[in-house]
């Protein structure tokens, strides 16, 4: 058997043919795992008729769904590379990605029709796809399928299923994700068969994930905390019961109704979760844990879990490390609050100042990352490559503390970091604060230019309910930061703006904030 991700597939399928491989809640289908196999084969042999070869790239844009994995493990069987799509961009942002990866076919659901036909309107000018694959809604129907497009379904019914012959692997490229771009425009992060197993080892070795699990995905898939996860899952044997799109209310309804074990959300997911009215009118018996990352949880969100007797296992990883980087379980939760653990199994990680030493203990420092799941490179893009992997370390540009015991806790990115009278302040250390005020959904804060400080910060506050002032917000701080980590103003609003993996989009607060601050 050679190390490809593909195979994974079809070695679960032989070991366990009659396990739910996919549940798709949003259709009522259920697929065993021999099932699913037999699906992504035909994938395997519609793109090998439609030329596509080792190397070539085919981009997804769809919402979770059979068709989304079927193509998954097809391509990979195939030695072809997929190119996971943001279902938020817009068809400018699309087409970067398109043209920077050189997609030669698109898989897309019907939701994203009108941005597909733009693209294609655009022609060779605007992207580099040849062929266009329409998935239709969930029952099956393809009334709205374009011209230009071909109906993904019938191109896979009309294929034979049986096993391709594999001659690809390892170190052979199997995806490129591109990174969501809060700081400028998005990197394609290259992974390998090789990477994505490393993550999968990694990932069975550390976490408490088991046999004939179930596992609730909500996350969309064009995120490595969902792909990771599902890959792991099939090499582990682990139901995967997806939902179409997040919906918190319905999380705990599938709890009880699909007897889940254990789920992997990000903290804007948790925080709607806690909130939703059928938190409490629904079973959860089996859930052993959830597993969050992609941000810091504030330690509240964390206890208020805890009191309904769910753990939350922090993660920190990167679409770099393929997923994995540290995570904290078990006993160490309660005695670590705020820590996202040690570094996973197979994982190396150091906190080094600027000169590249290793900080001291509760000293601040750039968090590095080692270990065979690491991607390969940056597409097209070796000028960032050399920046982020030096000497066999990845560079992530986020800023941690490293206890005595090796427990690490995040403190922020470098990039939102404000410098104020020359004083490191770290957003995520004051959003943590502010969100434990019961009045407060959510909270995003930014640094604004000041001539008194150099930068001071700003909160931007979703009350929930709008007698909050910032007065109040400022006071509730009080006691519980320094004086100079203090929010010099308070500004509200209604949602605050975030990327697929919970992260808020800073950029886009500070164009709507651009004030000086109020010294």
């Not at 519609?46 to 844009?61: C, P, S």
């Not at 992974?191 to 993550?199: F, G, L, P």
Request: net charge negative.
């Amino acid at each position: 058997m050679r190390d490809n991700i593909g195979q994974f597939l079809t070695k679960r399928a032989e070991l366990s043919p009659n396990l739910e491989g996919f549940v798709d809640i949003a259709s009522g289908l259920r697929l065993s795992y021999n099932e699913l196999n037999e699906r992504s084969n035909q994938m395997t042999h519609v793109f090998r008729e439609r030329g596509i070869e080792k190397g070539d790239r085919v981009a997804l844009l769809m919402l979770n769904c059979p068709a989304y994995l079927e193509s998954f493990f097809a391509l990979a069987k195939l030695g072809a590379v997929t190119v996971p799509l943001n279902t938020r961009l817009v068809a400018d942002e699309l087409a970067f990605i398109l043209q920077d990866s050189g997609s030669r076919i698109l898989i897309y659901g019907e939701e994203f029709a009108e941005s597909v036909s733009d693209l294609n309107a655009r022609g060779q000018q605007g992207t580099a796809v040849e062929e266009w694959l329409f998935v239709g809604t969930p029952d099956g129907s393809a009334q709205d399928k374009p011209t230009f497009a071909l109906d993904y379904e019938e191109l896979r019914k009309s294929a034979k299923n049986d096993e391709p012959e594999i001659t690809t692997g390892q170190g052979d490229s199997l995806y490129i994700m591109y990174t969501s771009g809060t700081t400028g425009l998005p990197k394609g992060v290259v992974h390998t068969h090789d990477s994505a197993m490393w993550a999968c080892i990694t990932w069975a070795a550390t976490g408490d994930v088991r046999l004939y699990d179930r596992y609730l995905l909500i996350l969309p898939l064009y995120h490595v905390g969902a792909l990771t996860p599902v890959t792991a899952n099939v090499y582990l044997g682990v139901s995967n019961i997806v939902q179409r799109t997040f919906d918190a209310g319905g999380v705990w309804r599938l709890i009880e109704i699909e007897r889940i074990d254990t789920s992997l959300a990000v903290p804007a997911m948790l925080n709607f979760m806690i909130q939703a009215p059928e938190l409490n009118e629904y079973k959860r018996d089996r859930l052993r844990w959830i597993m969050s990352g992609a941000a810091p949880v504030p330690v509240s969100l964390i206890e208020s879990y805890a009191k309904l007797g769910i753990p939350i296992n922090e993660a920190y990883g990167l679409t770099e490390s393929c997923g994995p980087a540290s995570l904290l379980t078990g006993m160490d939760v309660a005695k670590h609050p705020g820590s996202c653990g040690k570094a996973f199994f197979h994982t190396d990680i150091r906190v080094v100042d600027k000169h590249g030493a290793d900080t001291k203990s509760g000293e601040p420092g750039e968090v590095i990352v080692r270990g065979r799941h690491v991607m390969k490179e940056y597409w097209n893009n070796p000028t960032a490559t050399r920046e982020s992997l030096r000497d066999g370390w990845l560079y992530t540009g986020d800023v941690a503390t490293i206890d005595q015991d090796g427990f690490i806790y995040i403190q922020d990115r470098l990039k939102d970091m404000i410098i104020s009278g020359g004083e490191n302040v770290y957003p995520a250390e004051i959003e943590n604060v502010i969100l434990a005020h019961p009045e407060v959904l959510d909270v995003a804060v930014i640094g604004q230019k000041s001539k008194r400080w150099g930068e001071s910060p700003l909160a931007v506050v979703v009350p929930r309910d709008e007698t909050l002032t910032g007065d109040d917000v400022t006071a509730h701080c009080i006691g519980k930061l320094a004086r100079y980590k203090l929010p010099k103003s308070v500004e509200f609003i209604e949602i605050i703006p975030r990327n697929p993996s919970g992260k808020a989009l800073k950029r886009e607060l500070r164009k709507k904030f651009p004030n000086h601050a109020l010294d």
